[in-house]
């Protein structure tokens, strides 16, 4: 048996396998940035107008990709 695991999630993996933990967080972090913008008078405000736009997007990523 081989004794292959993530080093950050801990996943159990087959020998030459990466883990896609660390591409799915950075994922993660870049949909809320992308979300994320600053007004004119300095606050962090949510662009609801681009969630729609990712919706779709997202919806056709898990589809092929499962997630």
């Known amino acids: 048996m081989f004794n292959y695991r993530c080093k950050n999630c801990g996943a159990f993996l087959d ?4 883990c896609d ?3 799915l967080k950075r994922r993660k972090i ?5 979300l994320l913008s600053e007004s004119e008078e300095g606050q962090i405000v949510i662009d609801f107008s681009s ?6 997007q997202n919806y056709i990523e898990e ?3 499962n997630v």
């Open 15 to 18: 020998p030459a396998e990466k």
């Open 30 to 34: 870049r949909a809320v940035q992308e």
């Open 21 to 23: 933990c660390e591409t």
């Open 51 to 56: 969630l729609k736009k990712r919706k779709r």
């Open 63 to 65: 589809e092929l990709l």
